[in-house]
């Protein structure tokens, strides 16, 4: 049976960190991506990287402030957040895709996270 189990997320203070965890197992999966959905948003890419190469990709609201990274012993990637923001409260799902260069499109994910909520205040 596959699992992603997120955790991590909390309430904190604008400007500060924290980092979020994906533990993943009953899967073999070539990427690891995080996204997040704001209320009244859509769900939105995040980063994601290649379990193989470690290459990895972010969006531009992210760049320069977020880490994606990941221990393949572990089965477990991680996404660290700093610097921020208010916008960037929402709710963090990680997902697993079997394709090496899935993108941001959440259809090419397979397996997905319950989701850990993130809460920025100013």
């Known amino acids: 049976q596959v699992h992603l189990v997120e955790s991590g997320g909390g309430s904190f203070q604008a400007g500060g960190s924290l980092r979020l965890s994906c533990v993943a197992s009953?899967?073999?999966?070539?990427?690891m991506g995080w996204f997040r959905r704001a209320p009244g948003k859509g769900r939105e890419g995040v980063a994601f990287?290649?379990?193989?190469?470690?290459?990895?990709s972010y969006a531009d609201s992210v760049k320069g402030r977020f880490t994606i990274s990941q221990d393949n012993a572990k089965n477990t990637g991680y996404l660290q957040m700093n610097s921020l923001k208010p916008e960037d409260s929402a709710m963090y799902y990680c997902?697993?895709?079997?394709?090496?260069?899935?993108?941001?499109?959440?259809?090419?994910?397979?397996?997905w996270g319950q989701g850990t909520q993130v809460t920025v205040s100013s």
């Open positions: 997902a697993a895709s079997q394709l090496n260069y899935p993108g941001f499109g959440p259809s090419f994910y397979q397996y």
């Open positions: 990287i290649s379990r193989g190469g470690g290459s990895t």
């Open positions: 009953g899967v073999t999966y070539s990427t």
